[in-house]
């Protein structure tokens, strides 16, 4: 960083009650002293040192004396000089011919009596008033000011700046102090400095120092002990020069003395304190770009890294599956361990999977979508995204107290997910956005997994309907022809004989043919699976049922009441189906019994009669197969189709009456 910062020279050329001048590369004047104005007032009459700023040296100059501005900036090396004398046209008093010095960019003019052989360049500057030394400073402090620019560390910068100040300024203790957190902590001193590196001496609104930082002005302070603003660390102190370095801190240089330093001694603390400040914004701002170009990189990796999650999720072929691979993501993408997938089951959240380094037991088992305290119920009624630095704080609850802050995300319609830290203020934007992304991906790829699942239950459910009525078909044209036949013939033996006795066969082949419709219908209306059960109470659907049995004999015993999770309806076909089977194979007068299976969630209906042969009880379910001439064989398919959509079980056994038990298992019984 070069050529942005203003000259130190003309400030500097100030302190000196002298006949000087500063010019710029152009040769116009930057500064004349009132000294030098009073001087050449015969030819520029009633000028003020502001008159002469910006004219050109060479309409002031004697003849012969009008190239020294090129002669001391020409590139060429072998007319290159470091000073040139010149002699302005009128002049009043001594001392007319000046020696005219190159700085960097500037030029210097003085009096050519206090030339370069009285110098004393290792002199303090604050000690004479010679233009040498002056020219002595002048070029030290561009040197600083070139390895300022130059520094890659604000440590670099800070000795750069406390050596200068000894060694060019002539203090003797100095230090720097930056601002961190509210209080002073001294980064750079002298040596023999009564105050250490690491020392956090004062709060930025305290002392001098403070005064200083908060309002940006320098302060000079004659005597520490008589000051209402000095707050010294040691009581030895008494003299101060304060400088501010911008927004990072301040700048002192010390002394035991009362009035050692003056305004001379301020300025030029300021003048070799204001590149520092500069150097440190630019530190800060090349670190500032160097951590933003690598968080670019390391986001765009990580978007990298997520699309490619996405494309492994598109393989994916469970909820489970996805959720592993969002964990996954969480931990070694976005690099957080604390992380949580919830589903919702009617009316709560429950959790279905956890960071790898955790369990379930660390979180809530289930948690109702209406807990007014709960980050996640709150982000799945509003079906949005909460970033919450501080959970206790925002009046949540989280499942452990350690958990601090969270990013919180909706899932669709179904669930929530939520990246947890025991850090406050842990996300910003750039997490929310990836984790959001990675929500994304996996509401996607459930979607699609919930989609593809569908269409194979619907084709499944389309093939088994098929295969029903491939068997349907085979039913009405085998079942059906031996009764219609019957009918048929015994109607025209009537119509030839008149004889009306055989229409009596024609009415019994017609009500098998309407029962095995009704069979046939039936079981084709049992073949989707259950999608609202409600709760249905076992003593009042067996009573019920049983009122649909012709068997004037039989009777049914419910010998315990439970309320189990079904479709009435079709729990009714089941029923209906097992009591005629019981009545057709164990005869009018049979005794069934319904009850509550101990020990086991289900139930079962038993009857007295002679039971069923264990070699053949794994086929009574096939349709079809039947024991009597007047049975179907649908009834009991039926009874496992009610089974099969409801998703339990069913066994046969041999009752404690010696007769048929039927056993159905795997039921949800609500009390």
């Not at 951590?291 to 990796?301: D, L, P, W, Y």
């Not at 070694?332 to 709560?348: H, K, N, S």
């Not at 009669?609 to 007047?630: A, L, S, W």
Request: a negative charge.
């Amino acid at each position: 960083m070069t050529g942005t910062q203003s000259s130190p020279v003309p400030s500097l050329a100030e302190l000196f009650e002298l006949p000087v001048f500063v010019l710029d590369e152009m040769g116009e004047f930057e500064y004349a002293s009132p000294e030098l104005v009073e001087h050449v007032a015969d030819s520029v009459d009633g000028a003020t040192p502001d008159d002469i700023v910006g004219r050109d040296i060479e309409t002031l100059l004697a003849d012969g004396h009008g190239e020294v501005v090129p002669e001391l900036s020409s590139a060429e090396s072998e007319r290159r000089t470091d000073t040139v004398l010149l002699e302005f046209e009128q002049w009043s008093g001594a001392h007319h011919r000046f020696e005219l010095r190159h700085l960097t960019g500037e030029f210097v003019g003085y009096p050519e009596s206090w030339d370069s052989h009285s110098r004393e360049p290792d002199r303090p500057v604050g000690s004479g008033t010679e233009p040498a030394a002056l020219i002595s400073v002048l070029e030290r402090l561009h040197d600083v000011t070139n390895r300022l620019y130059g520094a890659q560390s604000i440590s670099e910068g800070l000795d750069i700046v406390i050596d200068a100040a000894v060694e060019v300024l002539g203090f003797d203790w100095c230090l720097l102090t930056s601002a961190t957190e509210g209080v002073f902590e001294i980064r750079a001193t002298s040596a023999d400095s009564p105050v250490r590196v690491g020392d956090r001496p004062l709060a930025t609104d305290e002392g001098i120092v403070g005064t200083a930082y908060q309002t940006g002005e320098s302060q000079l302070t004659a005597d520490a002990e008589r000051s209402t603003q000095a707050a010294p660390t040691h009581e030895f102190i008494r003299s101060v020069v304060t400088v501010p370095v911008g927004s990072w801190g301040v700048f002192q240089a010390l002394s035991t003395n009362r009035g050692a330093f003056d305004e001379r001694d301020l300025q030029l603390a300021e003048t070799l304190v204001a590149p520092l400040a500069t150097m440190i914004e630019r530190v800060q701002r090349e670190a500032e770009l160097r951590e933003s170009h690598t968080a670019q990189e390391r986001q765009r990796r990580q978007i990298e890294s997520l699309h490619t999650v996405a494309t492994r999720m598109k393989g994916a072929t469970s909820r489970t599956e996805v959720y592993d691979m969002t964990i996954e993501a969480v931990e070694e993408i976005l690099e957080f361990d604390i992380c949580l997938i919830d589903e919702v089951e009617g009316d709560v959240l429950v959790p279905q999977a956890v960071g790898s380094n955790m369990s379930l037991d660390d979180y809530y088992q289930e948690t109702p979508i209406d807990q007014p305290d709960n980050l996640g119920s709150l982000t799945y009624r509003e079906g949005e995204t909460f970033v919450v630095d501080d959970l206790h704080e925002a009046g949540y609850v989280p499942a452990q107290s350690k958990f601090t802050s969270a990013i919180s995300i909706a899932l669709d319609d179904w669930g929530m997910f939520q990246i947890v830290s025991e850090e406050e203020a842990a996300f910003d934007r750039t997490e929310q956005r990836l984790a959001e992304l990675l929500a994304e991906h996996a509401v996607a790829a459930i979607d699609r997994i919930d989609r593809e699942q569908e269409l194979e239950r619907r084709a499944t459910e389309l093939e088994q309907q098929n295969a029903r009525l491939d068997e349907f078909a085979s039913i009405v044209s085998h079942d059906l022809r031996n009764p219609l036949n019957v009918a048929t013939l015994r109607t025209e033996h009537a119509r030839r004989t008149e004889e009306l006795d055989s229409l009596e066969a024609v009415e019994d082949a017609l009500g098998r043919m309407e029962t095995i419709i009704d069979d046939v219908l039936t079981l084709a209306r049992e073949g989707s699976s259950i999608e609202d059960p409600e709760p249905v109470s076992l003593q009042v659907i067996a009573n019920r049922c049983w009122e649909q049995v012709p068997a004037d004999e039989a009777s049914v015993t419910v010998t315990d009441d439970v309320v189990i999770a079904a479709e009435e309806s079709r729990l009714g076909h089941l029923f209906e189906n097992l009591f005629r089977n019981c009545v057709e194979h164990a005869g009018e007068g049979v005794a069934i019994e319904v009850g509550s299976l101990p020990g086991e969630e289900g139930f079962y209906i038993e009857d007295d009669g002679p039971g069923i042969d264990e070699d053949i009880r794994d086929r009574v379910f096939e349709r079809g197969f039947t024991g009597t001439e007047t049975s179907t064989g649908l009834g009991l398919a039926i009874v496992e189709e009610v089974v099969d959509a409801h998703g339990w079980s069913i066994r046969i056994t041999e009752g404690e009456m010696g007769g048929a038990r039927f056993e159905v298992t795997d039921v949800d019984i609500v009390r």
